[in-house]
């Protein structure tokens, strides 16, 4: 069964809103709005089959002294000063049925992955219009609706943990903003048993029986971009991950190894206040 209603709220994860940096951070302020998102996705990690979404897009804006609603998702400020942020974080990734992918025929359902944790921003260079800084976000990640190695479903399973960190480079230039990201992606033997991990039942002739590892599990490159005018707003992401230099880059199930994801957004915003 398609489970439309998780991937819409998961897709608009990278969509929910955009701060204003010249914003006083003191102050309280919302804005919500709607418009039109559209998105090519792969299955999972190494997937060489993707769906593209056009959907109705939900935008909510929201910013207090320690709490943000925006395009990183939720946001807990911990600590701020000049030199180290420390956030709190919540992303997520989309469910796939393996009914609907050539390389997990027969294998267990990947649900939807909800990943918490802290992030620690180091800046190295702080101007008027940009910053440079080293980000290292750690989450927990859970999987919910997914299915167990038996075929079991189970409302949430424990997903193990992932490191990212990374070269942040951000700057706003009247109503243009851009980010840059480079970095690594690292992730315990139990999160990439999700994506990777073939175990004796589900080997066939095509798919050899393979066990993950913990380690690096790739590269990634990715960049964000914004334009406002008047109440409109459009939001670019595209994100580039190379899993070749990984520990499980042998699995079967990493049909490829390099690829390609982004989306793009179009929104009118309303100030409540």
């Excluded at 990984?246 to 190894?257: A, F, Q, T």
């Amino acid at each position: 069964m398609k489970r439309i209603f998780l991937v819409l709220a998961a897709l608009c994860v990278p969509f929910t809103g955009h701060a204003d940096e010249n914003q006083s951070r003191d102050a309280t302020s919302l804005i919500i709005g709607g418009g039109l998102g559209m998105a090519s996705l792969p299955h999972y990690p190494g997937s060489d089959e993707n769906d593209d979404y056009f959907l109705p897009l939900p935008y909510v804006d929201f910013r207090s002294d320690r709490l943000s609603v925006n395009d990183e998702g939720v946001h807990a400020e911990l600590i701020n000063t000049n030199i180290i942020q420390l956030d709190f974080d919540i992303t997520g990734s989309l469910p796939v049925s393996s009914d609907d992918n050539v390389a997990r025929q027969g294998m267990p359902d990947l649900g939807l992955f909800v990943e918490i944790g802290p992030e620690v921003s180091l800046r190295l260079i702080q101007q008027e219009k940009y910053y440079l800084s080293i980000d290292i976000p750690i989450r927990a990640s859970l999987e919910f609706l997914g299915e167990d190695g038996a075929l079991d479903d189970e409302f949430v399973q424990d997903a193990g943990y992932l490191l990212e960190p990374r070269l942040h480079f951000e700057t706003q230039r009247d109503s243009l903003f851009l980010d840059l990201d480079i970095g690594i992606v690292w992730a315990s033997e139990d999160y990439q048993s999700k994506f990777f991990s073939v175990n004796q039942q589900f080997v066939t002739p095509d798919r050899a029986l393979f066990k993950a590892r913990s380690g690096l599990m790739g590269h990634r490159l990715s960049t964000t971009v914004k334009y406002e005018t008047g109440n409109w707003l459009v939001i670019g992401y595209a994100k580039y991950i190379d899993l070749s230099q990984g520990k499980n880059d042998r699995s079967p199930l990493i049909k490829e190894e390099d690829y390609l994801l982004g989306g793009i957004g179009f929104v009118r915003k309303f100030k409540i206040w």
